[in-house]
Nanobody, 117 residues
């Protein structure tokens, strides 16, 4: 079992920045691959960025160059630094960890990010 708790969402003007945090507990954090997803109203949930247990990162095309995912294994936390925010980035952002072996898929409760134009 893994518990994930996001924080850092809020309301920001276009062009601004926010940093999301996700604190994990329940498993050895350094062994987890971590990801951030988002879901805008009426849309499907989509991958934003992910970081492997080894620190390899991957980004959705829409956020590449603006968002940075990072992790601090000593703090059991993964971060999403979001710069140059756009109204299209408005969504609920979810932290996720998943594995095919052993098989698991855990989500946080989500944090709202609203970007005003």
């Amino acid at each position: 079992q893994v518990q994930l708790m996001e924080s850092g969402g809020g309301l920001v003007q276009a062009g601004g920045s926010l940093r999301l945090s996700c604190a994990a507990s329940g498993r050895v954090f350094s062994s987890l691959d971590m990801g951030w997803y988002r879901q805008a109203r009426g849309m499907q949930r989509e991958l934003v960025a992910r970081i492997s247990r080894g620190g390899v990162t991957d980004y959705a095309a829409a956020v590449k160059g603006r968002f940075t995912i990072s992790r601090d294994n000593a703090k059991n936390t993964v971060y999403l630094q979001m710069n140059s925010l756009e109204p299209e980035d408005t969504a609920v952002y979810y932290c996720n960890t998943q594995s095919t072996w052993p098989r698991f898929n855990y989500w946080g409760q989500g944090t709202q990010v609203t970007v005003s134009s």
